[in-house]
């Protein structure tokens, strides 16, 4: 096996937002008939819309050096996200998701994955002023723990603000050393948004007051509550708020929650908050956030891709 590194780090400005997970070719089905095929996974739907509206992203990854592989380096190039801490194995294939849209445009997967060795560790030189954003069963794979790991410590050491994502599939035992992990995320996370889902995953409750409580025993700063159709709460330790979320015609969701982070990411390292202004900020951020984070969701679902559109990111720009 050789392994490549995409390309030299580039020189960036006083902040840097970073993705980690996994990279994945999303073939779409709709009443088994295919209807697309588009670069993706979780953090890389994040990174492409955060490149699109302008910021400077570094995504962390790992990909196959096929044509698939080579296809992903050029479209994440094409939209502004920077691959100096993307992986390419030389014997591998790049991974493939089918997902399979219902009734409601909501997606299912099957997964399709050759790597089986534990990903190498990637040395980032983090400043106080950038954000790391982790998310999904990367953030719990057992293959990759020694990456993440060090990579929280390194953030953490370095004053990072962290958000983390759950973004859970699956109720996870107790028992189980994914639990245990997710459990650590939590101690390193400022942020943590998760889903009426995520919480009766990871809680039993979807009572938002309740889930909070949560993860204030872990340190947790705030707490950005989404509802699917309804509305999307925020929760710190001054002030709880909520913001509607308009009805629009869905085609897809993937790709929904991960285009909501970008938003509110977009918005965080626009405000050059950090780690330690985080507990300060105004319920007037999270007014203009929130409502931009929702717009970029409906905008995604509105659509077959996964991440926002070229013009909707102009309107931002």
Not at 2 to 10: E, H, V
Not at 136 to 158: K, P
Not at 182 to 210: C, P, Q, W, Y
Request: net charge negative.
């Amino acid at each position: 096996m050789w392994l490549r590194q995409a390309q030299p780090p580039l020189i960036f400005n006083s902040y840097m937002i970073y993705t980690i997970g996994e990279t994945v070719i999303d073939l779409i089905f709709k009443n088994m008939q295919p209807q697309a095929a588009k670069v993706g996974g979780s953090a890389l739907n994040t990174s492409v819309s955060l490149g699109r509206m302008g910021n400077q992203v570094s995504f962390i990854s790992e990909i196959g050096a096929d044509e698939l592989g080579e296809w992903c380096m050029s479209f994440l190039a094409e939209n502004g996200v920077d691959t100096s801490h993307l992986i390419q194995y030389g014997d591998k294939k790049t991974s493939l998701a089918l997902a399979f849209l219902n009734e409601n445009n909501d997606a299912k997967y099957q997964f399709y994955k050759e790597f089986t060795e534990a990903m190498p560790v990637v040395p980032i030189q983090f400043k106080s002023s950038d954000i790391v954003l982790f998310s999904s069963s990367f953030a719990i794979n057992t293959r990759v723990r020694t990456l993440i790991a060090n990579i929280l410590h390194m953030a953490d050491e370095q004053g990072v603000l962290l958000m983390y994502d759950p973004n859970m599939r699956k109720t996870l035992s107790k028992e189980s050393v994914e639990y245990a992990y997710l459990l650590e995320n939590l101690r390193f996370a400022d942020i943590v948004h998760i889903s009426d889902e995520d919480a009766v995953a990871m809680f039993g409750t979807n009572d938002v007051k309740a889930v909070f409580l949560e993860l204030q025993k872990f340190n947790v700063k705030v707490l950005v509550y989404t509802q699917n159709k309804n509305d999307v709460i925020v929760v710190t330790d001054s002030y709880s708020l909520s913001y509607n979320v308009p009805q629009i015609q869905v085609v897809s969701t993937i790709g929904a929650g991960d285009t909501f982070n970008a938003g509110l990411l977009h918005c965080l390292s626009r405000e050059q908050i950090c780690k330690g202004t985080l507990s300060s900020v105004a319920p007037e951020f999270w007014d203009k956030a929130v409502p931009l984070a929702i717009s970029c969701a409906a905008n995604v679902c509105m659509s077959m891709d996964n991440y926002i559109g070229l013009s909707f990111a102009k309107s931002i720009r």
